[in-house]
């Protein structure tokens, strides 16, 4: 029971993270490694908001989003589009920014443990295992904002536009589409679903001013898993790593060491056996 729990929950918050991943790389071919420092900063404006400021919890939820997704947008205007057609540049301005939020984190809070309250309180007992009603209230919650992106990506002009300019950006523009502007929206709705993250999985985890390391490296693990740019395969392969990464913690005497190692195993093997992942188009030689 701690296995399926734990690997629900991973995977749903790898999900959530790599398909923000995959959209702003699908349509603006941007490599943003600073992803994962957003869900660390939205966790961090929760717990500011509700226990410094003592704000409702929902609320303060709802303002950390916001709040991620803006300080995202500035962050895309002013840092990272003026050298988006420069892919080594990107990588290492994404860094660069994620490094400056750490150090901002680790300024105004210390690198003392922090932790945010849960929603609902209390629990129920299966087999001898306590399941909390946080854990199945933060996976209903993914599961939800899962089938909105997926609505919004299948079911509107905004998502079609979307889809256009990720299978060719040649051709959407022949078309009309305004491609500034478009990756302009899909890098808020990226950093938004970080922010999201940070929200519904901040109750479950610690706080630290390093805690966008780990899931940095298990994010690009999924990624490259499912196909660089795939929506569905992030999806799939984030719950093939969670629960790969649950596996290892609950069997293995020294697990909790363990689990980013062979995530890291799994997406070298990908690489070698299969670069463009489980869902990714296959790599072509121009000639």
Same mark, same amino acid.
């Given at each position: ?85 420069? =892919? ?77 300019? &990720? ?26 679903? &970080? ?17 966008? =390391? =780990? ?29 790969? =990464? ?42």
């Amino acid at each position: 029971m701690n296995i399926i729990i734990t690997g629900l929950i991973t995977g749903s918050m790898l999900a959530l993270l790599s398909i923000g991943f995959s959209l702003i790389f699908g349509v603006a071919k941007i490599i943003n490694l600073a992803h994962t420092a957003f869900y660390m900063v939205a966790a961090y404006c929760i717990f500011y908001l509700s226990f410094r400021l003592g704000l409702n919890v929902i609320l303060s939820m709802l303002i950390a989003v916001a709040t991620v997704t803006l300080v995202g947008l500035l962050a895309y205007k002013f840092a990272i589009d003026p050298i988006r057609e420069h =892919e080594a540049a990107v990588m290492v301005a994404t860094v660069a920014l994620a490094m400056f939020f750490q150090e901002v984190i680790l300024q105004l809070f210390t690198f003392e443990y922090r932790s945010v309250d849960f929603l609902i309180q209390g629990y129920f007992t299966v087999g001898g295992n306590k399941i909390f009603y946080q854990q199945l209230l933060t996976f209903g919650v993914v599961l939800l904002i899962l089938l909105v992106v997926w609505l919004l990506l299948m079911k509107t002009r905004l998502g079609l536009a979307i889809r256009s300019m &990720a299978e060719d950006r040649e051709v959407s523009n022949l078309m009309g589409m305004n491609e500034s502007r478009l990756a302009m929206i899909t890098m808020g709705l990226s950093v938004c679903l &970080a922010g999201v993250t940070g929200a519904v999985i901040g109750p479950l985890y610690v706080l630290t001013p390093n805690m966008w =390391e =780990e899931p940095m490296i298990m994010m690009m693990a999924v990624v490259v898993l499912g196909g660089l740019g795939s929506i569905k395969g992030s999806f799939i392969a984030a719950y093939i790593l969670g629960f790969a =990464e649950a596996l290892v913690v609950f069997l293995l005497p020294t697990g909790s060491f363990l689990k980013m190692p062979v995530a890291l195993i799994i997406m070298i093997l990908v690489l070698l056996i299969r670069p463009e992942g489980l869902f990714g188009i296959a790599f072509e030689e121009e000639r």
